[in-house]
């Protein structure tokens, strides 16, 4: 069965750069695009950018360029997303998921809650 | 960017009754003559989870209790009959154009 595994939580200081992962499993990676969505405690999602394992381009929403790097390990079937300089506008929950090609999201990570604190 | 505006932000329905949940978007979701219009369900504490995709498309598993409609840009999820597992916020989310959008959510409670 498909499953996407993330990394815990993180505790950054402001400024500081943290990494987060997502391990798939039960399908093959580098056949489905992987996105990461970012949703803040607000409950708004945020679509983040995605990334296609099988050739590594990614595609990021302007608003996350700079801010978001994506990457991939197609050895582990793990995409990472590193989230840099970071403030406490960044504390949220982090998902990783994966879409069709009608754009929607059929598997979801359990997500990862990134908190921003000195 | 498209731009979806849920409405209501909050909806409280009695069970077995019928809930309607409405998202406009700014422009066109349409490629192909499909509307790429999908819907979720997040449960408190919860991820989110596909229910509808294409617009009225359920996703494995889901009764057809949940329904998918489109009139003129505007998108409504019904839930008829409403059961007490229902509680929980609905979004919906365009998928045609980067950057792919979501609505911004309406929180189901049972009256």
């Known amino acids: 069965q498909v499953q996407l595994q993330q990394s815990g939580a993180e505790l950054a200081k402001p400024g500081s750069s943290v990494k987060i992962s997502c391990k798939a499993s039960?399908?093959?990676?580098?056949?489905?695009?992987m996105h990461w969505i970012k949703q803040t405690t607000g409950q708004a999602l945020e679509w983040t950018g995605y990334i296609a394992p099988g050739s590594g381009g990614t595609k990021y929403n302007e608003k996350f360029k700079g801010k978001a790097t994506l990457t991939v390990d197609k050895s582990s079937s793990t995409a990472y997303m590193q989230l840099s300089s970071l403030t406490p506008v960044d504390t949220a929950v982090y998902y990783c998921?994966?879409?069709?090609?009608?754009?929607?999201?059929?598997?979801w990570g359990q997500g990862v809650m990134v908190t921003v604190s000195s | 960017n498209i731009v979806l505006t849920q409405s209501p932000a909050s909806l409280a329905v009695i069970l077995g009754q019928k809930a309607t949940i409405s998202c406009t978007a700014s422009?066109?979701?349409?490629?192909?003559?499909?509307?790429?219009m999908h819907w979720y369900q997040q449960k408190p504490g919860q991820l989110p989870k596909i229910l509808i995709y294409n617009e009225f498309s359920r996703a494995p598993g889901i009764p057809a209790r949940f329904s998918g409609d489109e009139a003129e840009l505007n998108f409504t999820l019904t839930i008829e009959p409403v059961e007490a597992d229902d509680v929980a916020t609905y979004y919906c989310?365009?998928?045609?154009?980067?950057?792919?959008?979501f609505g911004s959510g309406t929180k189901l409670e049972i009256k």
């Open positions: 989310q365009q998928g045609l154009t980067f950057p792919l959008t």
């Open positions: 998921a994966r879409s069709t090609a009608w754009g929607y999201f059929d598997y």
């Open positions: 039960g399908y093959t990676f580098t056949s489905y695009a």
């Open positions: 422009e066109s979701v349409n490629k192909f003559g499909i509307n790429l």
